[in-house]
Structures are given as structure tokens and as C-alpha cells.
T-cell receptor, first 115, second 112 residues
Framework: NAGVTQTPKFQVLKTGQSMTLQCAQD?????MYWYRQDPGMGLRLIYY???????DKGEVPNGYNVSRLNKREFSLRLESAAPSQTSVYFC??????????????FGPGTRLLVL | AQSVAQPEDQVNVAEGNPLTVKCTYS??????LFWYVQYPNRGLQFLLK??????LVKGSYGFEAEFNKSQTSFHLKKPSALVSDSALYFC??????????FGTGTSLTVIP
């Protein structure tokens, strides 16, 4: 199993450009998450999807949209990138039905630089 | 509101010495607590978790953590540090719902 995969690994954008970060998992997990990691801020939740067809806002959703395309894939879109969105983005997935004890599995991250 | 605090940005310890990385939490309801480790340019990897039961939980790579309800703490420990333990460590809590709340991370450096 590849686990959680993310593409691209690194991206440079100009202010105002748009892009989509892709995430896929092959573990048949129900829940998927998007986080951003900034120095001194830890991980902050952008959006999550508890199951196929549902999405919910997290702590910092402004400027982002998500799509849960199917059970495997959960994409994050920046419609008009801003320098404040320069960050490392992590996707994670989690089994559902195992209760609160189930942990998250993380992808390798996407480094995004917005100029 | 749920939150996690890691009061130390940086912890330095000599190889072979015991290490402690601190975490305190604030949740309504029963806490479900997790520790993750992040190596440079990698995603987070699960180390251990506390759900219920014994206050001392053991995890991967010789790490353990002690849950203290009265002090609302979940400190990560290891009896003898290795240079390879040098990494960024995150504490996380889940209470109700699907969301996890992460601390700001503690950078651990083990000095040879």
C-alpha cells in the first residue's frame, strides 16, 4: 500500500493564480483531512471530510475549497493564491468506525510558495 | 474549546539521558491524546495514544507517555535518548467530533 500520497511535492505560484492540491489514500479510510503547517503555529485544520460526499470547515478555511471526489481522493483548491497561503500542506486520512482511538495517517506534504 | 499547549519550542538532551517533551491540554469531556513525530521534509508519524486505562502508555521506538488527569498533562518520555530521536514532536487531542487539535510542536535535539 502506498498509504497517503500527495501531489505536487513542491509548487511556486504568483499571487492571484489558482491551483489544486491532490491527495489520495489506498487504505479504504472514511475520513480525510487537510492541514497547513506554519512555523510556530503547529498544524491547523483547513477542511475535513468525515465520509464521501461530506465536507466541513476546520479552523482556517478562508481562501480554500475542497472536493471529496470519491472515497480515495480529497483535493484542496486555492482559487486566488495569496502570500499568506505560503505553507506546507498535509493531507491525512483516518479509519471510521474504530471510534476515538483511531489515529490519522499523514501524507508527505506539499510545499507551496506564493510570491 | 479544545486546545493543546507544548510549552517548550526546543528541548536539548545528551545522548543516553532521559528525555521529556511536555504537553498540556484543555478539552470538554474525555480526552483522547496522541503523540506524533515529524522528521525533516516528512509527514507526521504516529507514536502513541491514550484512550483509556493505564495512565502510562507505551509506543513506538521506546517512547512512552504519562497521562495525568489532575494536571491535564500528557508528557512524552524516553529513558535513554538516541541521536536518531532528534525530530519535531507534536501532541494532539481529540474530544468530540472529527477534529484533532495539535500543539505547536517541540523540536528535540539529542546531542552526541
Amino acid at each position: 500500500n502506498a498509504g497517503v500520497t500527495q501531489t505536487p511535492k513542491f509548487q511556486v505560484l504568483k499571487t492571484g493564480q489558482s491551483m489544486t492540491l491532490q491527495c489520495a489514500q489506498d487504505m479504504n479510510h472514511n475520513s480525510m483531512y487537510w492541514y497547513r503547517q506554519d512555523p510556530g503555529m503547529g498544524l491547523r485544520l483547513i477542511y475535513y471530510s468525515a465520509s464521501e460526499g461530506t465536507t466541513d470547515k476546520g479552523e482556517v478555511p478562508n481562501g480554500y475549497n475542497v472536493s471529496r471526489l470519491n472515497k480515495r481522493e480529497f483535493s484542496l483548491r486555492l482559487e486566488s493564491a495569496a502570500p499568506s497561503q505560503t505553507s506546507v500542506y498535509f493531507c491525512a486520512s483516518r479509519p471510521h468506525g474504530g471510534g476515538y482511538q483511531e489515529t490519522q495517517y499523514f501524507g508527505p506534504g506539499t510545499r507551496l510558495l506564493v510570491l | 474549546a479544545q486546545s493543546v499547549a507544548q510549552p517548550e519550542d526546543q528541548v536539548n538532551v545528551a545522548e543516553g539521558n532521559p528525555l521529556t517533551v511536555k504537553c498540556t491540554y484543555s478539552v470538554s469531556g474525555n480526552p483522547y491524546l496522541f503523540w506524533y513525530v515529524q522528521y525533516p521534509n516528512r509527514g507526521l508519524q504516529f507514536l502513541l495514544k491514550y484512550i483509556t486505562g493505564d495512565n502510562l502508555v507505551k509506543g513506538s521506538y521506546g517512547f512512552e507517555a504519562e497521562f495525568n488527569k489532575s494536571q491535564t498533562s500528557f508528557h512524552l518520555k524516553k529513558p535513554s535518548a538516541l541521536v536518531s530521536d532528534s525530530a519535531l514532536y507534536f501532541c494532539a487531542v481529540r474530544a468530540t467530533g472529527n477534529q484533532f487539535y495539535f500543539g505547536t510542536g517541540t523540536s528535540l535535539t539529542v546531542i552526541p
